[in-house]
């Protein structure tokens, strides 16, 4: 036996053969089961699919494995746990899966005052060491852990499950239980590697890459101190990738040296191993959810397309990768992503083709496309192709619903062996999928049992992708009442300070923006801008460009309004957000003295070209919802779907004595004024902030626009607080003929 042998490789053997001994029922127990119940669906499931068999390639593992890759890993990361920090009292485990944890964790260690465990998903010990508390609880979430009341939290293997929001309350909470210079650790797969491997965990959400980690941490307020590896997996001098399986050969790199070199390498290693160190430096929690934002949206639809191959011959073309499968191959073609999908409705597309057309296979059926849920046997959809339904370019879209949290979730094309075809390895899902005609034949319509119907969304991301497969569908007259019946289910945007006009609540507030716009700031001079075409809105304002029901609707809303105002010829009147201005040029013909303002120049152009063709006395000026101040007194102010702009709508309220006359009013037009409980609570779900409803998600994450909303108590104080009284008449046949008189109180 060689020195290398005797000194570097015995060793391991003899160290990792006993752990594997005392750890394997714990650990290796339920990714086997995993790993057992996937090849058992691949090889089972398809011979019942019809009396056409299929066959799925045997995986066989080598009978006396010299190292198993769990284990490598998993004590890989013990060394690593050794030689944490000393001197922690109280230890905080983001996620601990069972008593083993814990004693895992003090025997590598050592013994700590106090252990908290915040576990989700795994139930409570009977038996747990009188050193630990159980907190049943995401880590998103330490309700339950007091202020800076830890020494050290460690996160092994958690970052991975959260998902983006969860990733970010993680962060933010841990900051906020550590003691000022406490520690926070954290070890996670990395991405650089993950992807080029096409390693899928079916509890996964996306990974993280290392200089991904240290930025989030960065922006949550930590100083990261160390970044170190667990098993090289790329060359760090060549960049080639090395095999993820300990036991592959490899010329160039032997397994003590991955082992050892990984180490100074977290980069180009599986696993990535970060200590970083609590600063006075608070968290920048915009910034952070931006950023996280950033990283989801790059890296989810990477991970949607891990997929797998199991029969047939993987071919180029067109940018992407195909499988062919030749008569005789049976068994599955394409499996994966293998991935978690939260509760909602999908739909899936698989793309296929044929050469030629097959005349010897008939009418039988020669494919089949499905959705697989974890361990179960069948899958919840599928639908099977006969040889005459597959042609030169052919895409199958399975639609399904999800009531909770899935984990495991896979997409299948399975072969017969009939026919020769080829199948795109991946698959395209979109979540919350439109409603498909009867009968399929000419896909999606948007009208059919869409509009109307409410729908939530649990994150952004999902809203996105539902937007983006929205917008390439149908007309605007059809999305706008599908977008608005929609609206964003997110409880973490409902902790607002408790009194609203507070300059905490204004912060709040633009949190709240920046998380939905992925701005990190919001400045109404740049933000609050609109593309126009000048020309063409000139001859047909916003009003016109739709059908004659929207016209009618809006030329009865501005009647509305104008009667409102009461005004007669002669009279001082400035409108704020005039936009085209289309009423204020019917007051100018009336023989008012207008003065019309739009921050957005464009609007202003119109206005003043409007106003030189018919020379009305119409003042246009470009400004905010404050100019104006020096130009009055006026006898009326209004807002017509202006108002809910304004984020220091406080201080425009207030600044009314000031440009009104003693009997002059306001008038405001269509405002998104929502009763609590009425049916819009959801879109504004507290006293005033940005709109959760999609058609403002929409405006906010395309332009940054502000768009407010106004619970109806909380306007009626801010006018009365102000000695503005609330006067309110709304149309129960036209929703845009609502309006708000307010006075001076007396």
């Known amino acids: 036996m060689s020195y290398f042998r005797r000194v570097f490789v015995r060793p391991l053997v003899a160290l990792f053969r006993p752990l594997a001994a005392r750890c394997r029922s714990y650990l290796l127990a339920p990714v086997n089961i995993r790993l057992d119940t996937l090849e058992a669906l691949l090889r089972e499931t398809a011979p019942r699919l019809s009396e056409n068999t299929v066959a799925v390639p045997s995986q066989d593992a080598p009978s006396v494995p010299q190292f198993d890759i769990n284990l490598l890993l998993h004590h890989s990361r013990s060394a690593f746990l050794r030689t944490m920090p000393a001197g922690a009292n109280v230890l905080c485990s983001a996620g601990c899966s069972g008593n083993w944890y814990f004693e895992w964790v003090e025997r590598c260690y050592g013994p700590v005052s106090q252990h908290i465990g915040l576990e989700y998903y795994t139930p409570k010990p009977d038996q747990l060491p009188p050193n630990v508390t159980w907190i049943a609880n995401t880590v998103s979430n ?6 800076q009341s830890c020494d050290m939290v460690f996160s092994g293997q958690n970052l991975e499950h959260l998902w983006p929001e969860e990733v970010v309350g993680f962060l933010l909470e841990s900051w906020r239980i550590l003691r ?4 926070l650790i954290v070890d996670s797969p990395n991405r650089e590697l993950t992807a080029p491997l096409n390693w899928s965990h079916p509890e996964h959400t996306v990974e993280i890459t290392v200089p991904e980690a240290v930025k989030l941490f960065s922006l949550a307020g930590f100083d990261v101190e160390q970044t170190r590896g667990i098993w090289l997996c790329r060359d ?4 080639r990738i090395l095999p993820f399986g300990p036991n592959a050969t490899d010329d160039e790199w032997s397994l003590p040296e991955r082992l050892i070199t990984a180490d100074a390498e977290p980069e180009n290693s599986f696993i990535w191993w970060i200590e970083a160190r609590r600063s006075s430096r608070p968290p ?3 910034a952070l959810r931006t950023e996280m934002s950033r990283i989801f949206a790059t890296a989810w639809p990477e991970r949607l397309q891990r997929f797998l191959v199991g029969c047939g011959t993987i071919e180029h073309s067109a940018g992407a990768e195909w499988v062919r499968c030749a008569p005789g191959q049976s068994g599955a073609v394409i499996y994966g992503p293998y991935c978690p999908l939260p509760a909602g409705r999908y739909s899936v597309t698989f793309d296929l083709a044929v050469d030629e057309p097959s005349s010897s296979a008939g009418d039988a059926v020669v494919a089949r496309c499905d959705v697989m849920i974890g361990a179960k046997a069948e899958p919840i959809v599928y639908r099977d192709l006969r040889a005459n339904e597959i042609k030169s370019s052919t895409q199958v879209t399975l639609e399904f619903e999800l009531a909770q949290l899935e984990f495991g979730v896979q997409f299948r094309c399975l072969s017969f062996g009939n026919i020769e075809f080829v199948c795109r390895r991946g698959a395209a899902l ?3 999928p439109l409603v498909s005609d009867e009968g399929g034949g000419t896909g999606p319509n948007i009208a059919q049992g869409l509009s109307g119907q409410q729908r939530e969304f649990n994150s952004l991301e999902e809203f996105d992708a539902f937007a983006a497969d929205l917008n390439s569908r149908g007309d605007e007259t059809e999305r706008i009442p599908i977008l608005s019946n929609s609206y964003l289910v997110d409880r973490t945007l409902l902790d607002m300070p408790s009194d609203p006009f507070s300059p905490e609540y204004l912060r709040a507030v633009l949190n ?6 992925g701005r990190p700031s919001y400045d109404s001079r740049t933000m609050e801008h609109t593309p126009l075409d000048v020309s063409a809105a000139i001859v047909r304002p916003a009003a016109y460009q739709n059908d004659g029901e929207w016209l009618g609707s809006y030329l009865e809303s501005y009647g509305n309004l104008i009667r409102r105002l009461e005004v007669k010829p002669g009279m001082r009147v400035i409108e704020y957000g005039c936009g085209d201005a ?3 040029l019917h007051l100018a013909r009336l023989g008012c003295s207008v003065t019309a303002i739009d921050i957005e120049p464009s609007y202003i152009d119109i206005v003043k070209e409007k106003a030189a063709r018919f020379r009305l006395p119409i003042s246009a000026i470009c400004g905010d919802f404050m100019t104006g101040g020096d130009l009055g007194p006026f006898d009326r102010v209004f807002f017509y779907q202006a108002f809910h702009h304004s984020l220091e709508h406080q201080l425009v309220i207030e600044n009314m004595h000031r440009i009104l006359k ?9 405002e998104p004024i929502v009763e609590p409980d009425g049916p819009w609570k959801h879109a504004v779900p507290y006293p005033w902030g940005p709109r959760l409803d999609g058609l403002s998600l929409r405006a906010m994450r395309t332009h940054g626009w502000m768009e407010l909303g106004f619970q109806e108590p909380y306007f009626k104080k801010l006018l009365e607080r102000n000695g503005w009284s609330y006067e309110k008449f709304h149309s129960t046949t036209n929703g845009l003929i609502f309006s708000i008189t307010s006075k001076r109180l007396s």
């Open 284 to 286: 920048d929690a915009v």
């Open 142 to 147: 330490m309700a339950g852990v007091g202020d």
């Open 180 to 183: 000022d210079q406490g520690h």
């Open 236 to 239: 760090p001098r060549t960049l």
């Open 582 to 584: 289309e009423i204020s």
């Open 430 to 432: 979109v979540e919350d």
């Open 512 to 517: 709240v923006h920046a998380r939905i716009s």
């Open 662 to 670: 003693p009997d002059g009013f306001i008038v405001f037009g269509p």
